[in-house]
């Protein structure tokens, strides 16, 4: 793995420190010797506190690095990576081999996302090829309200729907996925295949892949609020039927 992006070494300065934090985009780096033994990290958060002190840019990192910094072994197991980042402060670990030099790097992002890829734990991962923006999803508008995805991989996706009083989804069906519903708050009448029924804060509500259905917000005041699990290979909005729609989007 190419941790290049990640290192400085001491002698460097701290300009040549905030050019190499603002290519990586990561906020911080692993400070190393010649030999790639780990010295330290530092972040942006070092470099602003040595401004404070009166530091100016091209005074070398050595004055400004974290010597006593968190980082884990290449032989630590799960739960000892996960209890660290537990704690709040830490949002990177640096992985140490047995002789003391710099081996890997894990964030807290990279944690998240292995997770959720459902990809082995291994330190030995090249975490770097991770795309951490899966975590990165965007809350998104529609004419009955708006649902904001939180997390998707291969197999699954899920969301938290929010309809609007008096909001209510198309009659639509998905060929490549079936879905799951569990009302969180409001009620509401859903609509699955040919039957109609009255759903409430902790409904669940199983739709097949190819079955019509929709959900409508009863309420003229409160919000429906929806989780909702997707399971099968494809989650893109094209795969949408529309057959009936109050807002006028079948085309």
């Known amino acids: 793995m190419d941790l290049t992006n990640y290192l400085i070494k ?24 010649d030999e790639k033994y780990f010295l330290g990290t530092i972040t942006d958060g070092d470099i602003r506190r040595g401004f404070i002190k009166g530091m100016n840019i091209n005074e070398k990192i050595e004055k400004v690095y974290n010597k006593e910094s968190e980082k884990t072994f290449r032989n630590d197991e799960f739960n000892k990576i996960v209890d660290l980042f ?8 640096p992985i140490i081999d047995e002789c ?7 964030t807290k992002t ?24 899966l975590l990165e999803h965007e809350i998104y508008n529609r004419p009955w309200g708006i649902y904001k995805t939180t997390f998707i991989n291969e197999y699954s996706q899920s969301k938290i729907i929010k309809v609007n009083p008096k909001g209510i989804l198309s009659l639509q069906e998905h060929k490549r996925r079936e879905e799951y ?23 669940f509500i199983y739709i097949p ?3 019509k259905h929709r959900i409508v917000n009863l309420s003229e005041i409160k919000s429906l609020m929806i989780a909702e699990v997707q399971l099968g290979d494809y989650f893109g909005e094209d795969d949408i039927i529309r057959y009936e729609d109050a807002y006028g989007r079948i085309q």
């Open 209 to 211: 892949k190819g079955c």
């Open 181 to 203: 519903w569990v009302v969180i708050n409001g009620t509401g009448e859903v609509t699955i295949g040919e039957s109609v029924k009255k759903v409430e804060s902790g409904s």
């Open 10 to 33: 001491p002698s460097e300065s701290i300009l040549d420190a905030l050019t190499k934090i603002d290519n990586n985009n990561k906020g911080f780096l692993i400070v190393v010797d």
């Open 110 to 133: 990279n944690m998240h996302v292995l997770l959720l890829k459902d990809i082995q734990f291994d330190l030995d991962y090249d975490f770097t090829k991770l795309d951490d923006s």
């Open 100 to 106: 003391g030099r710099l081996f890997n790097v894990i």
């Open 86 to 93: 537990k704690k709040s402060k830490i949002k990177f670990l």
